[in-house]
T-cell receptor
Framework: QKEVEQNSGPLSVPEGAIASLNCTYS??????FFWYRQYSGKSPELIMS????GDKEDGRFTAQLNKASQYVSLLIRDSQPSDSATYLC?????????????FGQGTILTVHP | NAGVTQTPKFQVLKTGQSMTLQCAQD?????MYWYRQDPGMGLRLIYY???????DKGEVPNGYNVSRLNKREFSLRLESAAPSQTSVYFC????????????FGSGTRLTVV
């Protein structure tokens, strides 16, 4: 079993729809969770971080964390073509809230007009 | 501009050649990391340095060596390049505050022929 696993893609949604990206992790002591966006040929950029169970909203993005189910998700409301990218879920390891991250394999999102 | 600078951006090597990838950050971060990214594999940790003077192996260290030259610089060396090391390499840095995640460099596209 992979340490961090994301829902297989690619995911295609129409403009204006909600895109839902999911991630599960295996290390029960993980404390910090991140979503990165990576455009083709570019480096990953941090878009959301979450540490406590529940929802965290930032503009059109909502991260959801459920530590009991070892599950973290990212919702993108009112999806735009500019949201088309690969989304990477990342989780800290070793029980610390900072430090080395383990990444999922990424989910490719395409938002079509 | 503040950030993580990687050099070179592109490199083609012949099998058996050696090279060093350079990385420098100017954000006074304690921790630095080297990842490789292959299609469908996400980002995999090669080596990391939690603080100046320390280095540790990550998930895929074979065939690589690193040097934390000072707090700013963290280099990755391929002693005898192999075609399996064809990849995109990213350097990243972070501090202990969890909210900020990683800052990534722009990447090095390495092809070994």
């Amino acid at each position: 079993q992979k340490e961090v696993e994301q829902n297989s893609g690619p995911l295609s949604v129409p403009e204006g729809a909600i895109a839902s990206l999911n991630c599960t992790y295996s290390d029960r002591v993980s404390q910090s969770f991140f979503w990165y966006r990576q455009y083709s040929g570019k480096s990953p950029e941090l878009i959301m971080s979450i540490y406590s169970n529940g929802d965290k909203e930032d503009g059109r993005f909502t991260a959801q964390l459920n530590k009991a189910s070892q599950y973290v998700s990212l919702l993108i409301r009112d999806s735009q073509p500019s949201d088309s990218a690969t989304y990477l879920c990342a989780v800290t390891s070793g029980g610390t809230s900072y430090g080395k991250l383990t990444f999922g394999q990424g989910t490719i999102l395409t938002v079509h007009p | 501009n503040a950030g993580v600078t990687q050099t070179p951006k592109f490199q083609v090597l012949k099998t058996g050649q050696s090279m060093t990838l350079q990385c420098a950050q100017d954000m006074n971060h304690n921790s630095m990391y080297w990842y490789r990214q292959d299609p469908g594999m996400g980002l995999r940790l090669i080596y990391y340095s939690a603080s100046e003077g320390t280095t540790d192996k990550g998930e895929v260290p074979n065939g690589y060596n690193v040097s934390r030259l000072n707090k700013r610089e963290f280099s990755l060396r391929l002693e005898s390049a192999a075609p399996s090391q064809t990849s995109v390499y990213f350097c990243a840095s972070s501090d202990r505050h969890p909210n900020y995640g990683y800052t990534f460099g722009s990447g090095t596209r390495l092809t070994v022929v």
